[in-house]
């Protein structure tokens, strides 16, 4: 799964925008027991095949029932469930496109959600949402009826995030921990830590997988009786982890690297890649102001303007983007994105179960995958108005 880096669009994982050119690996290395074992060096093969997201065969999910904010998506067997974060509900539909089933609200009963941020499938067909403002997480039926919920108050730190199922059902949840206190306005950026937990459908914690660096974020002066305001750092590097049955991949940012970890936290296989480091040039700083005060409206321009002329802004970008796990055991990765190629194609590198590249996918601008199969992809789209909608592509391997 992908993170949400921006304030203004506040959800589990990074909206990441990425355009093609640029950050595909030149090689990458296999190595499960740290730097000074020998690595496996395997070179991505120039004349990899192009894998792309078909357009002229979308189905697009719930065109006819405007989305607030989709925060997830999933499709089970003949079911596409859409997780609305924004109208706090589950939103039942066939593969056609067509409305089977609302289900939710907001509020605080069974089946209702006061922050909706995820919904996946767990074994037997069922639809698992969480909710992270009430920690908690209820499981549907495909029919869209409430069979259970579970509390996990037990795990503890900030927004509580999960990032996948194991093939058992249990979850992998992601919680911030605080730094102990953040440094004084205008210092250097820093990053609270991440607690990977796996944690049992039911709610109880089985084991911790590690801990890892979270976003980079810094703080700005909010006024004398508020104290310090942090946001996140514009081009900053962010943790992001992915689940497929028995194995979580993770990438912490530092470097084209992912490692892939067991239930238990028994690290099994590691990616590593050559990439050059690409320089944040005033161009995409520019870029990157012009969006984000596109996005946030005009009432709160002035203080996130504020905020990013304040950002002390990286020399050069992330080698990565986010992190997707397929339906197979494939991982997709993807590039960081320019802010000045978001509106071009979003750009992947494909790694089979064995961590080998297979291929190079390109995707629809502005498009977030939310689950890949052997030949579709689900996903979440903003238009050129900011709309959502939630497409089913087929994947078109050549």
Not at 223 to 235: H, K, M, N, W
Request: charged residues 25%; negative net charge.
């Amino acid at each position: 799964m992908i993170s949400l880096r921006y304030g203004w669009l506040l959800a589990g994982m990074h909206a990441l925008l990425a355009g093609c050119g640029g950050g595909a690996p030149e090689a990458a290395s296999r190595d499960p027991d740290g730097d000074t074992a020998d690595a496996v060096e395997i070179a991505v093969p120039k004349s990899a095949p192009v894998w792309r997201f078909g357009a002229d065969s979308a189905v697009e999910i719930g065109g006819g029932n405007p989305l607030v904010h989709v925060s997830g998506a999933v499709r089970i067997r003949d079911r596409v469930v859409i997780a609305d974060g924004g109208a706090h509900e589950l939103r039942f539909y066939s593969l056609d496109g067509t409305h089977l089933k609302t289900v939710g609200g907001e509020g605080s009963g069974p089946g209702e959600f006061r922050h909706l941020v995820w919904a996946g499938a767990l074994p037997g067909d069922s639809v698992a949402a969480w909710d992270a403002r009430l920690r908690r997480l209820s499981v549907f039926s495909r029919d869209g009826e409430l069979g259970r919920t579970a509390e996990l108050g037990v795990v503890k730190g900030l927004f509580p995030t999960v990032h996948g199922a194991f093939a058992d059902g249990s979850l992998l949840v992601g919680a911030r921990m605080g730094a102990g206190g953040a440094p004084a306005p205008g210092s250097a950026a820093w990053r609270d830590t991440v607690v990977f937990l796996q944690v049992a459908s039911t709610g109880e914690v089985r084991d911790t997988l590690g801990r890892f660096p979270g976003p980079e974020q810094y703080g700005v002066p909010a006024g004398e009786r508020t104290g310090l305001r942090t946001y996140a750092l514009p081009f900053g590097r962010e943790t992001f982890a992915a689940v497929h049955r028995d194995r979580a991949f993770v990438a912490t940012g530092d470097g084209y690297e992912v490692s892939v970890y067991d239930t238990r936290g028994q690290r099994l296989d590691r990616l590593r890649s050559r990439v050059e480091p690409r320089p944040v040039t005033p161009l995409e700083i520019r870029a990157y102001r012009a969006d984000v005060l596109e996005n946030v409206g005009a009432a709160e321009a002035p203080e996130w303007a504020r905020a990013i002329d304040a950002a002390p802004i990286p020399r050069s970008m992330p080698a990565l983007g986010g992190l997707t796990a397929g339906d197979g055991g494939d991982l997709w990765v993807r590039d960081y994105p320019p802010p000045s190629t978001w509106d071009g194609e979003t750009r992947w590198t494909v790694f089979d179960a064995g961590l080998r590249p297979i291929a190079v996918a390109l995707g629809p601008a502005r498009f977030q995958p939310f689950q890949i199969g052997a030949e579709w992809v689900l996903g979440r789209h903003a238009d050129e108005s900011g709309e959502e909608h939630v497409l089913l592509y087929s994947l078109v391997k050549s």
